[in-house]
């Protein structure tokens, strides 16, 4: 069911960012969306292979929640305190060269669409599905929880993912986008977190709440999108999936004398 759910967040993005572009001349179908795809595909059967072998084996739960009354107050508990910790775990990604390395390969995308999401390395995965793991597994006992309550919880984070990665153009002087844009994260937030100058502005690392940044100071959004993303050019990556894991730099261009 969750690929399925994510498979249709992604042709609908894919769809609104053709209607809507923030790149006008960005086609649909692209190389960056085939490559995407290829790798996350391989990622879904690592997570239903190994990720769900060790999820099984560590339902644990240390610390229990019958304190919260009902599935309501069960849904906003598990998502609030997920997505803060994937803000945490974000940042570090940025801001600790180990974690860099791997997720610079996220960040190697020079076109951005719903796909990009995709587009990561095997240790950035293991990471991200090791937080809800750990928290609704190891942590927290969730056995009582309502058995809708994490799948919609994760669907947030899947609708989010591939909404502030696509190409759709957002009106940042319209009425409701700046009431969306004090709380949720959008394309035109989260293209910053994308600019190639991201070593000089360095933020926006909040997943479906943006509030995050606001508190932390890590909201570096610029009144207009940026004009270029992905790396610098030292650190940009073969654009192939085996490249992508492999972390194999891409060559500089040769310039003639």
């Known amino acids: 069911m969750g690929a399925l759910f994510h498979g249709a967040m992604l042709g609908t993005f894919l769809i609104a960012g053709r209607l809507r572009p923030r790149v006008a001349d960005q086609p649909i179908l692209n190389r960056d969306l085939v490559m995407n795809v290829v790798n996350g595909l391989a990622l879904f059967g690592f997570r239903v292979t190994v990720i769900a072998a060790v999820a099984s084996s560590l339902e644990l739960g240390v610390v229990g929640t019958e304190w919260l009354p009902g ?16 803000y945490w775990l974000h940042y570090a990604g940025h801001r600790i060269p180990f974690l860099w390395q791997f997720h610079r390969v996220h ?21 991200l599905g090791l937080v809800p793991i750990v928290l609704f597994g190891l942590v927290l006992d969730t056995s009582t929880w309502h058995p809708a309550v994490l799948p919609v919880v994760l669907s947030i984070g899947v609708f989010f993912d591939t909404f502030q990665h696509a190409n759709i153009r957002i009106n940042t002087r319209a009425r409701w986008f700046r009431v969306w844009n004090l709380v949720l994260n959008n394309p035109h937030f989260h293209s ?22 606001r508190f932390s100071g890590t909201d570096v959004t610029g009144p207009e999108p940026p004009a270029q993303y992905g790396v610098m050019e030292g650190e940009a990556l073969a654009n192939d999936p085996l490249g992508w894991q492999l972390l194999r730099t891409r060559p500089r261009p040769r310039i003639e004398s």
């Open 192 to 213: 910053w977190h994308h600019t190639r100058d991201g070593h000089l502005r360095d933020g926006n690392y909040g997943n479906t709440l943006i509030i995050w940044d």
């Open 71 to 86: 599935p309501v107050a069960q849904a906003l508990f598990g998502f609030i305190l997920l997505d803060f910790s994937r």
């Open 107 to 127: 960040h190697s995308a020079e076109v951005l669409d719903a796909s990009t999401g995709l587009r990561m390395h095997v240790a950035d995965f293991i990471q």
